[in-house]
């Protein structure tokens, strides 16, 4: 805290001495120190309690949430087993084959007496190996989805509208159990499949001729009844909600709050009518269960934060609280499962788990009110507000250096801060790199002037452009360069996960030509990282890198022991090679080489390469530990090439790494999955799965520090 003046201290005490007398001048300071005291402690309780609560909730949160899953994967391998075990018997096996063969309609011949032959023996067979009583009907597909047979015979010759990726598992010979799906026809004379478009999952066993797959074998099942039996916590009498929904946000289970949906509105009033593909998990912005029926456009609504997170494939928990589909506060935890396509998650409604902290909250804030109203009345006009004037007004002061106007700050590190600007004339909207006045030493103005001449130098696209550079009047240094859009490699991984292994290569390639420039020249970055390579659109290319913040760049033609020392300290550990952290004025273009790997690493993975921790122990890990393979770190089938390709650059032994980027990027492109990313590609993604405004619109950047 800065100290007080005399005259404002001697003003105050002037103030309290005439209204009030000296006795009660002590008391009233008494009296504002002791409750300050109490409420400073009634705080740390309610924190103390809070977060012991969270904890507890967290916990039973994920218990719960793995014990669905569980349940929900062992009933889907259960019914498989039995699926398999009725459509790998001989009988059923050869007639399904023979009517597949035969799916063409054929005049009255021998053939089609043939087929119907084959057509009542499949029946008896399948009659003679039921698989579960709650199976409501079976059914023999074609390729298309289209019923040739079934036991029930309103579905002959419908086409079931079976999810996309049933049928790629189909073609790739897997079993498997799809997410609800409308049923176009009713499936029985009475309940909640008596009517079409009621929702049914699918139990799908391909049935193949040698290398042909011919169909599949379909068991259709009522998904109320099951999601009720593998989620138990489904049921009426728990504070306590699980359910599936889809990448589109999309509910696949029943919900235990249907008789409250009907009457705000987001499902049918038919007793019949069922959350299952009918409620969209969107955050109303408002409690509808106090606030009537739904008036506006649900597709409008954004989607709550826990379904936002985990369409993008992200597992994650929230015991602070947001909005459900109905707009009540709730806590939740949730899990992705990419084999499935579908998410499950488990939430609880704030005012339930947290009811007893409600009273300690509302004391604590009628103490924490008395206090501030106490002392801010006693204290702000006479001492506050000379201060804060005299400490706040020249800040509210517009900036200029030169020819260009300071607006927001967008950054901020070691070497400066980061603005948003433009030029007077021009007009056009700059990034503007500041050497503040209190970081200005000899040192640090000969590493800011170093960072802009060797930056400078650098043309290749994939490299962040400057424009210019120059010292105010004041002698403030700065330099200018081009102002981005989009979100860095950091950000993509954190908000998307893992990347696919196309596009990584498409991602390193540029990296390496920026990187290649820069060493042709003798310069070496020495901090390459996610956070330092920024992804964007430019001129309609899309997923265009540019590498950024060459603050760190090393001259391999000519060192100074003084900004050697001053690097030193600096870096990334996660990404620094072995060298770099044995000496940093050992770094070489084989260091950039090893971040490289790194980066890719990450971006393949998701992860790092090593468990976070303290900076000395991922240093001593970088020594002496070698990464896992990437499919060991994930658990995941990756390219082998493309992983032998990361863990070469990732050898201690500098010499055992790519000779150069050029060497690294001819490596990269040999990969079977190069040149498997196409411009489309990355326009989709940035239209489709991108969360953030549209690149033709201002987004806030990660602008290098």
């Known amino acids: 805290m800065l100290p007080l003046s005399h005259r404002p201290l001697s003003q105050f005490r002037t103030a309290i001495h005439g209204a009030f007398g000296r006795s009660w001048q002590s008391v009233l300071i008494s009296l504002i120190l ?3 005291i109490a409420t400073l402690l009634l705080g740390c309780l309610d924190v103390a309690v809070r977060h012991s609560m969270q904890q507890m909730t967290r916990r039973s949160l994920r218990v719960r949430l793995q014990s669905s899953i569980d349940s ?14 009725v459509a790998t018997q001989p009988d059923v096996q050869r007639t399904a084959v023979a009517i597949l063969n035969r799916q063409q309609p054929q005049v009255s011949s021998p053939v089609a007496e043939e087929e119907a032959t084959d057509v009542e023996s499949l029946v008896a067979s399948m009659a003679m190996h039921p698989i579960d009583d709650q199976c409501v009907c079976w059914a023999l597909l074609n390729i298309d989805g289209r019923v040739l047979h ?5 579905l002959d010759s419908v086409n079931l509208p079976l999810p996309t990726d049933a049928f790629e598992k189909i073609i790739q010979r897997k079993p498997s159990v799809t997410r609800p799906f409308r049923c176009p026809v009713a499936l029985t004379r009475s309940g909640r499949l008596s009517q079409a478009k009621a929702p049914v999952i699918a139990v799908l066993v391909p049935i193949t001729e040698e290398a042909r797959v011919l169909g599949s074998l379909a068991w259709l099942v009522d998904p109320h009844d099951e999601f009720r039996q593998v989620m138990p916590t489904v049921n009426e009498d728990t504070a306590c909600s699980t359910y599936a929904f889809d990448r589109q946000a999309v509910m696949l289970s029943p919900s235990r709050h249907q008789p409250e949906l009907r009457r705000i509105g987001l499902i049918g009033e038919e007793p019949s009518s069922t959350s299952i593909l009918s409620v969209q998990l969107r955050d109303p912005g408002a409690d509808l269960t106090r606030g009537g029926r739904i008036t506006d456009k649900v597709s409008d609504w954004p989607l709550t934060e826990m379904a936002d997170q985990a369409t993008r494939g992200a597992t994650g928990e929230n015991v602070s609280g947001y909005r459900d589909f109905r707009g009540i506060q709730v806590i939740g935890a949730w ?10 998650a488990t939430e609880m409604e704030v005012a339930d788990v947290y009811a007893p902290l409600r009273w300690l909250r509302w004391t604590l804030w009628v103490a924490i009110g008395l206090w501030v109203a106490t ?13 804060l004037t005299k400490r706040l007004g020249p800040k509210l002061e517009s900036r200029q250096l030169g020819r260009y106007q300071l607006n927001q700050r967008i950054g901020h590190g070691a070497m400066g801060t980061v603005y948003s600007g433009s030029h007077e004339l021009l007009r056009r909207q700059v990034a503007i790199k500041v050497l503040e006045g209190d970081k200005w030493t000899s040192t640090t103005a000969s590493r800011f002037a170093r960072e802009v001449q060797l930056t400078a130098q650098l043309r290749h696209p994939n490299t962040i452009a400057i424009y210019d550079y120059g010292r105010s009047d004041e002698g403030t240094f700065y330099y200018v360069m081009e102002f981005l859009h989009g979100i860095t490699l950091q950000e993509l991984i954190d908000d998307y996960g893992r990347q696919p292994a196309d596009r990584v290569i498409a991602i390193l390639l540029q990296i390496c030509g920026s990187l290649s420039e820069a060493h042709h020249h003798g310069i070496v970055h020495r901090d390459i990282k996610p956070s330092n390579v920024f992804l964007t659109a430019q001129a309609g290319i899309y997923d265009m890198v540019k590498v950024l913040d060459f603050g760190l760049v090393k001259e391999i033609s000519r060192e100074t022991t003084e900004l050697t020392q001053t690097d030193s300290i600096t870096g990334t550990p996660m990404y620094m090679s072995p060298e770099s952290v044995r000496d940093a004025s050992s770094a070489d ?4 080489l090893y971040s490289v790997g790194a980066v890719g690493y990450a971006l393949l993975t998701g992860l790092p390469m090593y468990d976070s921790g303290p900076s000395v122990d991922i240093c001593l890990k970088q020594l002496n530990e070698a990464p896992l393979r990437p499919s060991e770190r994930t658990g995941a089938d990756l390219p082998e090439d493309l992983q032998n390709v990361l863990m070469s650059c990732l050898r201690k032994d500098a010499a055992e790494r790519p000779m150069s980027m050029a060497d690294l990027a001819d490596t990269l492109r040999h990969c079977r999955d190069h040149d498997h990313w196409s411009n489309a590609d990355a326009m989709r993604w940035w239209q489709n799965v991108f969360d953030g405004p549209t690149l033709t619109k201002p987004i806030e950047p ?4």
């Open 34 to 36: 002791l409750s300050g």
């Open 72 to 85: 929900m994967q062992h009933w889907q391998n259960q019914r498989l087993v039995e699926a398999l075990a």
């Open 150 to 154: 079934s036991d029930l015979g309103s």
């Open 335 to 344: 899990r992705w499962l990419p084999e499935q396509a579908l998410g499950v």
């Open 375 to 387: 002392t801010a009345g006693l204290i702000g006009s006479v001492m506050l507000t000379p201060w």
């Open 589 to 592: 273009a084989r260091s950039d």
């Open 702 to 705: 990660v602008l290098p520090s």
